[in-house]
């Protein structure tokens, strides 16, 4: 897959290429059996990735910042099919009391959980700290799935165990995670202001949701645990990740036009690596427009993988002394 195949469409060797739409990828797929949770899933290619589950039978739980987003999305849900499965929860990943929360919702509901589809994430912002003092694109898009997967991998595991059917985390990733700090990621400075820039913080976040899902890949093969993790690049969707750099997003999307997809296009990855059976026991890998594609050296390395994993379960517990 390259950029002749991206500008075309044309497939790669999974038969989909970049102008598949999540119902193509996902034709005639039976998720009846499953329980998903998406984070972010009111809106973009988050709703799109939630709608499409649903309509595959999936019961889909939606995490939501915004619960009245949130509500709205499900009704969108269910005004296009009638029988979807749909739930809404609160959920603020840029908050550890939140996440928690959310988990402990999501438990009270007493559902299996075979797919978790972390999805949100927020782009090129203006420095600023979360609730606990952590620099927002990487609290949001690694800190907060980072406890959030943590906090649901026993619901996973168990779920695995008693129903034989492989589980299966996906993150969401970016091309952009080429683009970060020397080294990857800035361990010693994580929260400071100074260096900070806002295109390679979203880079680091995006480098360690590939990180993440590997360390997870490598602890589930040494553990024999039947769940999957994986990382996919959606594409370049204009949608409100963009609200920070809105004007420049348009003028680059004014000389680049051909290489922008739609919605249904940029959730048809996620979807392809959440439910496709050819995908079964794939794990590790990361995907752009439907196919396995080689992320950057930094993504590559494994003990950066586990350094960033100490890293994360070090900076929660330090958050929350």
Sequence with gaps: MGIFSLI?????????????????????IDASHLTVIITGGAAGIG????????????????????????????????????????EILKLDLCSFASIREFVQNFNALDLPLNILINNAGIMFCPYQLSQEGIETQFATNHIGHFLLTDLLLDK???????????????????????????????????????????????????????????????RFQ??????TANSVHPGLIMTNLF???????????????????????????????ALLPDLKGVSGKYFVD????????????????RKLWDFSDKLISSSQA
């Design 8 to 28: 075309t469409g044309r497939p790669g060797s999974s038969g989909f290429g970049s102008a598949s739409t999540a119902e193509q990828v996902t034709h005639g």
């Design 47 to 86: 709703l799109e990735t939630a709608r499409v589950l649903a309509l595959r039978g999936a019961h889909v739980i939606i995490g939501a910042r915004n619960m009245e987003a949130g509500n709205e999305a499900k009704q969108l849900i269910l005004n296009a099919h009638k029988r979807a499965r749909v």
């Design 156 to 218: 996973m595991k168990n779920t695995a165990k008693a129903t034989g059917i492989e589980g299966r985390i996906v993150n969401l990733s970016s091309i952009a995670h080429h683009y970060t700090y020397s080294g990857g990621i800035r361990f010693e400075k994580i929260n400071e202001k100074s260096g900070y820039s806002d295109k390679m913080a979203y880079g680091q976040s995006k480098l360690a949701n590939i990180l993440h899902a590997n360390e997870l890949s490598r």
């Design 222 to 227: 040494e553990e024999g645990v039947n769940i």
């Design 243 to 273: 609200k920070y750099s809105a004007f420049l997003m348009k003028f680059f999307m004014f000389f680049s036009f051909f290489l922008w997809k739609n919605v249904p296009q940029g959730a048809a990855t996620t979807c392809y690596v």
């Design 290 to 305: 439907c196919n396995e594609m080689i992320p950057s050296p930094l993504a590559r390395d494994q003990v950066l993988a």
